[in-house]
């Protein structure tokens, strides 16, 4: 590479004069997307290969923050942080890794290599082609342009968070991970056992020097330290209890993280099988595995750590008394140790029943328009009786049962304190060496707060069973099998929209025959196929395969030639637009949710869409227009207006193919009538699959594939299918006497060759 000056470097590195010039090159990549690109370089050199449109633009469409790129990055399971660094820290960087730089602009930078002997970096342009070698920068030229973040990015040594088993390691990690909390918390912990020492001194000292000389300056000297050392100690506890604090909420925000994306990953089969409800609940009992981490076993270990401490003072202070008192605390053990497993037994019991009860809740919830409509109020009172009922008895048996540890530890617990007394004053009235008056209170003191302790990492065991059984149900729902994998590898090829399906056998999980029963069929890319058939003939798990749904069949589904499970699965369901008989709106504005599948659109790409859809006039009509606010289950919407809406949500990405399942199902005829109009113009450069029992929507289809039971019966046009095909002449008979097979009302009869058949 021939060394350039660096005083004919130009200022602007994937900037806006890079990005003007591959504007006009017709590349169409602006400034704005010359951070995506660089890090996309990045990723690759890495081996992975990110897809660009899974990052989102911030607001106003400026290029995306040092975060949100580091975020986008981790989601494909790199290593990725951004951080200030300064022009001979890059020069003194010994990993050849590439670097990116942020640019002061919205730019982006990408070092390649150094030259030491210039001392020069060797940068990449991203938005240049890639036959331009890098170019030299000096540090004054690098900081015109730069604002001083790189983002460095490696592949990861091991599993990320979201790929670990969800299981006490993971959490156990996650605490260790913040050891500058832990180390802060742990002298905070010694300091404050050190102070708790000093007023037994004190009162050691007053009994026997104090009472018995009238020492009134030694008296004072000892109230001034003790109010000294109580100030140090509220002033060290409130910092320990703040950093246990934040420690919470650090591995909070980590957790409901870590738990989302793995939801996310989870396939939807998954969620089809399980209750809503029982799902919800299962995950929610992480908050017991959380404040047992940050609470009890915390704060247990940190008590432990003051014993180790206070345990040789007792001992120089009274042997025999300190050996008592650790007998005392090794009873209390045994009895807490006895009734772990039964213990253990039932809490898994009344967390099933709770997570029994919080599904039938969830679900009365979630369909009370049925539970209204069908009188089911009494019917859901009585199973939700039962429900309550169950938990209640559980609880009342765990009850009586954790009471027995609690009743029999008692004598021993009382022991450490009149115990103690009384042994005391006995030794101290036998004993060659006696102990004083003020070192058996003392002994009292100290010996309450070692005991304390020792009771309590006992019963530590017990709330190690409840969450371990609180562990066990989150991890049920999350360390199920995740797509993953095939969410952050495979092809990204450019889809045009051809469809084959080669002897393809899928059958559901727990079903006896199969959905879908050795089916072949191709179609060319901008072709409309109709998928017509019986209930339970295998329409719908057509499109479930074609959108990676269900990945589990036997034979061959191809787009474009290549085999369906070889493409990136997000890269695949991004390229569908799918409208389903059951689509859901989240809350937000009507604008929100047309734009929802590629939220870096204009206002103008969803009034667009709304239109192709159908939808433009109604929202025109509503109080807001766009902007107006879809309740929680679009309950301010009709189905017909949800549905318009939906569709509008699938064709806003402008997808090369397009699945419409039942998508006029909900519709008025005059609604359908629109959107069967706009079919043509919906299907115009892309590949359509409609699904739907109304056989007159799918007369201007290329082809129709009719079905049942599993198998393909024919496929070919409406006027083929009408003469040729007996299970669809038969479901068009059904539908449309009234008309001819071109689907044309006609008030005389039937034609003769109809009526033969």
Same mark, same amino acid.
């Given at each position: ?176 991970? /913040?050891?500058?909390?832990? +180390? ?10 050190? &102070?708790?020492? $000093? @007023? !037994? %001194? ?88 959380? /404040?047992?981490?940050?609470? +009890? ?10 014993? &180790?401490?206070? $345990? @040789? !003072? %007792? ?105 103690? &007394?009384?042994?005391?004053?006995? %030794? ?330």
């Amino acid at each position: 590479m021939n060394f350039v000056s660096p005083a004919n470097i130009p200022l602007h590195i994937a900037t806006s004069e890079s990005g003007e010039k591959a504007a006009s090159d017709g590349q169409g990549t602006t400034a704005l997307q010359a951070r995506i690109v660089a890090a996309t370089h990045v990723a690759r050199y890495h081996g992975v290969d990110p897809d660009p449109s899974g990052i989102r633009p911030n607001a106003g469409g400026a290029a995306p923050s040092s975060p949100a790129l580091v975020e986008w990055l981790r989601q494909y399971g790199l290593w990725a942080r951004a951080v200030r660094l300064s022009f001979g820290q890059l020069m003194k960087l010994d990993n050849p890794a590439p670097v990116l730089l942020l640019l002061s602009d919205g730019g982006a930078a990408v070092v390649v290599g150094r030259n030491h002997e210039h001392g020069v970096l060797l940068v990449r342009d991203p938005l240049a082609p890639s036959s331009k070698p890098p170019t030299p920068i000096d540090e004054l030229r690098l900081k015109q342009v730069w604002d001083g973040t790189a983002l460095l990015v490696r592949a990861s040594r091991g599993e990320s968070e979201d790929e670990r088993p969800f299981d006490l390691g993971l959490l156990t990690r996650m605490v260790w991970g /913040e050891k500058s909390i832990l +180390r802060d918390v742990a002298i905070g912990s010694i300091t404050i056992t050190i &102070l708790s020492v $000093l @007023p !037994v %001194l004190m009162i050691m000292t007053t009994l026997n020097t104090v009472v018995t000389y009238h020492s009134m300056n030694t008296l004072t000297l000892i109230v001034v330290v003790l109010l000294i050392a109580l100030g140090f100690e509220m002033l060290i506890a409130w910092s320990r209890r703040m950093l246990l604090i934040t420690l919470a909420t650090r591995l909070d925000t980590r957790l409901h993280l870590a738990i989302f994306n793995r939801l996310m990953t989870l396939p939807i089969d998954f969620f089809e099988r399980n209750q809503a409800g029982e799902l919800s609940y299962k995950v929610s009992q992480l908050y017991r595995v959380r /404040e047992f981490l940050t609470g +009890r076993m915390i704060t247990t270990f940190i008590d432990v750590a003051m014993v &180790l401490l206070l $345990l @040789p !003072v %007792l001992f120089y202070m009274e042997p025999t008394l300190a050996w008592t008192v650790l007998a005392a605390a090794a009873c209390i053990t045994l009895i807490i140790w006895a009734f772990l497993r039964p213990l253990a037994d039932l809490t898994g019991k009344v967390i099933q029943a709770e997570s029994d009860k919080g599904s039938t809740l969830v679900e009365s919830i979630y369909g009370i328009r049925t539970v209204k409509s069908l009188c089911l109020e009494s019917t859901r009172a009585a199973e939700w009786d039962q429900r309550i009922a169950t938990v209640g008895d559980l609880n009342m048996r765990m009850g009586k049962l954790s009471n027995w540890p609690m009743v029999l530890v008692m004598p021993f617990e009382k022991y450490t304190q009149a115990g103690v &007394l009384a042994l005391g004053a006995y %030794l101290a009235m036998t004993s060659n060496n006696p102990l004083s008056l003020g070192g058996l209170i003392g002994f009292m003191m100290l010996g309450g707060r070692v005991a304390g302790p020792l009771v309590n990492l006992a019963r530590l065991l017990q709330d190690v069973q409840e969450a371990r059984q609180a562990l066990f149900q989150v991890g049920w729902v999350l360390n199920r099998p995740t797509e993953k994998r095939a969410l952050t590898h495979g092809l990204r090829p450019k889809l045009e929209g051809a469809i084959s399906f080669d002897e393809v056998t899928f059958k559901y999980e727990g079903s006896k025959s199969p959905a879908l029963d050795n089916i072949s069929f191709a179609i060319e890319p901008g072709m409309m196929l109709g998928v017509v058939g019986r209930s339970g003939s295998g329409k719908s798990t057509v499109t479930r395969l074609l959108m990676g749904i269900n990945p589990e069949y036997s034979g061959a589904i191809k787009i474009d030639g290549i085999e369906l499970r070889e493409i990136n699965l997000r890269h695949l369901r991004q390229s569908f637009g799918a409208v389903l008989q059951d689509n859901f709106l989240f809350r937000g504005s009507v604008k929100d949710n047309i734009l929802a599948g590629r939220p870096g659109l204009s206002f103008e790409d969803a009034v667009r869409a709304a239109r192709l859809a159908g939808a433009e006039e109604f929202i025109e009509r509503l109080p807001q227009g766009y902007e107006t606010w879809i309740q929680e289950g679009s309950t301010n919407l009709s189905g017909g207006q949800r549905q318009r809406l939906a569709i509008a949500r699938a064709l806003i990405a402008d997808p090369k193919l397009l699945i419409l399942d039942e998508a006029t199902s909900a519709l008025d005829p005059e609604s359908e009538a629109l959107i069967n109009a706009n079919l043509q113009r919906m299907a115009r450069g892309r590949t359509m699959v409609i699904i739907s029992h109304r056989l007159s929507s799918l007369v201007e289809c290329d082809k129709t594939l009719v079905l049942d039971r599993g198998k393909v019966i024919d496929i070919g046009p409406h006027r083929e299918l009408v003469e040729r095909c007996a299970v669809y002449r038969h479901l068009w008979l059904q539908q449309n006497r009234h008309s001819d097979y071109q689907g044309k009302v006609h008030a005389a009869p039937a034609p003769s060759f109809i009526q033969a058949s």
